[in-house]
């Protein structure tokens, strides 16, 4: 695929981390892909090398290594992050420390100069930390050219190209990494650039490398995630089976609007109604997590019982999710544990190699991309997150068929003067609840007593923390005009006007 420019190889030793820096990379426009430290010889003619953190110490016996013959042969920029920066100290003749206690957190970077790797940075600059080993001795030829606000040194330089940073520039606590890694990469010539086009065509090779001619599954919900890859397995031409629940906790037309989407988009998907099956389970429960166990428990159930013998299974599991659960060196092959994603079911087919995650190396914004670039409507792709256990956590106490129906129909009305209001791509998430408290109002000349509705629009970058969005007074009479009209069973409508923390986005 890269013929005359060149890609940034990354070289994995294990770190939490080391697909973010991938990811910077990639944000910085360049093509970078990752390797295990065996398949250096691999690498063809990379246009500049990284060596990434990890867990390990350079002094463990068996610690990973790097063929540094090769390494120098490529001739190109090399970055050694923590332990690729131990490992450099190393291979150039100097030692490194062992030390028992791990520095993690925030410390202040301090260049000797602010040119090359630290051009336009900050004399003093906040970086992330998390290593145990340092170094200690410093090969021949080696410089130090930033320490700490205690003068340890903390980055190091070897001739003209070859550098050594203790922190790590891909998380957003190092305030000027992105910098830093920019100016990495300028050393560097001929870099290839990263195109959504290019990584699709490499994705959907994968996929027809592993899946071949036997038959995939993959459940769809509507969301992004599994929408890009249900897109994705049609576009490689798979024998793949789409399955959509719907567990009757869904919002207002929301199935046939799924159907209709997918069927635009030429992508055959097997709906299973099992709205009564949920609503069955979920009567008289009103404990938060009880109801969110019985619905994950339940959607396990009908999912399976709908694939009976899997032969593959494809999961839209997204980089995010393998970070939380990657911890140790052998992070790179470590299982996405969310939701459903890993059950024993799927872990049992994970062990046979029968689970494709093609996402897996992406975020959010990269998987929009990778929709838009297959014609999946805007729409879809910047739908409002919309939680696994449905309206369920929109709906404290019991969930029964008159409550989600207010719901549903709140909700539509929000979202659809959202839109109008061109408010909608605005907000991280809106949506209507219930609150299940009844109180007394008035309708036509009739008394009332029925339950409220809650309102709830936020912004956020990563749904941890929430603050809820200053919507226009005329937007909201708007929305509590109508739903107070034309909505049976509610006779009050209440903003929300909390924050996460304390408050969380859903109400349960
Ligand atoms: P909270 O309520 O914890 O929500 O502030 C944070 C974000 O996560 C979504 N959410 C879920 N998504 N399955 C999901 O797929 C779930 O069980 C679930 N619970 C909450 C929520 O909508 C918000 O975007």
Redesign the pocket.
Known sequence: MVVSKHLVAVIDYGSQYTQLIVRRVRELGYLAKLYTPEEIGEIVQPGAVILSGGPRSTSEPGAPDIDFERLRSFNVPVLGVCYGMQLLNIKTGGTVRPSNCREYGPAALIPEEATGLYAGVSASSQVWMSHSDTVDHLAEGCRVIARNSEGVPVSLQWGENMFGIQFHPEVTHSHEGRTILRNFLSFAKELASFDIGDFKRELIEEIRARVGERQVVCGVSGGVDSTVLAVLLHEAGVNARCIFVDNGLLRKDEALEVEENFRKMGVKIETVNAADRFLAALAGETAPEKK?RIIGSLFIDVFWDAVGDAEMLAQGTLYPDVIESASNAKSKASVIKT?HNRVERVLELQAQGKVIEPLAFLFKDEVRALGASMGIPHDILWRH?????GLA?RCPGEVTREKLEIIRESDAIFISTLRKWGWYDKCW?AYAGLIPVKTVGVKGDERSYEFATNLRAIVSED?MT?DWVQLPYDLLREVSNRILNEVKGTNRVLYDVST?PPA???WE
């Open positions: 969110r939701h997150p919309f939680p696994g256990p956590v998430q749904a929430a996460k969380s986005i859903e």
